[in-house]
């Protein structure tokens, strides 16, 4: 790869067009056409936003000290230092995005940290994949009351990929699904972003349950669009 010194702000192809509520992704690859590919992916995934697009540990250095990003892509060899090292030393959540498939070079990347590991080339549903596994591991971790060991298991399930969440002993999915339910009526959005679980599975554990009359559901009309079901814990149903 070649580096570029094209100021990290004339770099960002999609600069100026982030939500305030988006998370802040910095995206550090010397190979500019690379790091625009990757910021076209990133800014194509709801909920975030495209900081910066540098080539260089300096460069990233500067972009992390002007402001913090809430993730950092970041390519291993890099012009004046090394991606793995700029993410150990950084503290900021990260994915490695790279060529390099040794192992010693992947496991090095784990201890630092990182929440994934990429090898280039890769579909830009791979990416898309891991943002928003990464999104939904971060609304778990983001809490105001100390975790419990099934929040913590339940968060690095949806993170890692595990195809059935890790829960305390005797937990099931739709036990996930029920407890996010609460007292409350929501929609399988709602509760498939507080369980953890992707929207289709929401989905079809819900109506699981309503088929079993555990939950009861209703249509909401909006002023325009197919009608929303809404999902609520059915009167006097035993769990």
Do not use: C, W
């Given at each position: 790869?070649?580096?570029?010194?094209?100021?990290?702000?004339?770099?960002?192809?999609?600069?100026?067009?982030?939500?305030?509520r988006d998370m802040r992704v910095l995206v550090v690859d010397d190979d500019f056409r690379v790091a625009s590919i990757h910021a076209d992916i990133v800014s194509g995934v709801s909920g975030f936003g495209v900081q910066a697009t540098v080539g260089t540990c300096a460069?990233?250095?500067?972009?992390?000290?002007?402001?913090?990003?809430?993730?950092?892509?970041?390519?291993?060899?890099?012009p004046d230092g090394d991606g793995i090292e700029l993410v150990r030393s950084s503290g900021a959540d990260a994915f490695v995005l790279s060529a390099a498939v040794e192992s010693a070079t992947v496991r090095r990347a784990l201890t630092a940290g990182?929440?994934?590991?990429?090898?280039?080339?890769?579909?830009?549903?791979?990416?898309?994949?891991?943002?928003?596994?990464?999104?939904?591991?971060?609304?778990?971790?983001?809490?105001?009351?100390?975790?419990?060991?099934?929040?913590?298991?339940?968060?690095?399930?949806?993170?890692?990929g595990t195809s059935q969440p890790v829960t305390a002993a005797g937990s099931t999915t739709e036990d996930l699904v029920l407890d996010a339910l609460g007292t409350e009526e929501r929609s399988a959005a709602e509760v498939a972003e507080v369980a953890g679980?992707?929207?289709?599975?929401?989905?079809?554990?819900?109506?699981?349950?309503?088929?079993?009359?555990?939950?009861?559901?209703?249509?909401?009309y909006g002023s325009s669009g197919r009608p929303e079901h809404l999902y609520a814990r059915s009167s006097g149903a035993g769990w």
């Open positions: 790869m070649t580096s570029n010194s094209t100021p990290p702000e004339s770099r960002d192809p999609r600069r100026g067009t982030r939500s305030a460069e990233a250095r500067a972009a992390m000290a002007a402001q913090s990003p809430d993730l950092v892509l970041a390519d291993v060899y890099l990182v929440h994934a590991y990429l090898v280039k080339p890769f579909t830009r549903q791979s990416l898309v994949d891991r943002l928003e596994r990464f999104s939904r591991y971060r609304k778990l971790m983001t809490t105001p009351h100390p975790l419990k060991q099934e929040e913590i298991d339940r968060a690095l399930s949806v993170m890692h679980v992707s929207r289709a599975t929401a989905q079809r554990r819900l109506s699981a349950l309503a088929g079993r009359g555990v939950v009861t559901v209703r249509l909401r």
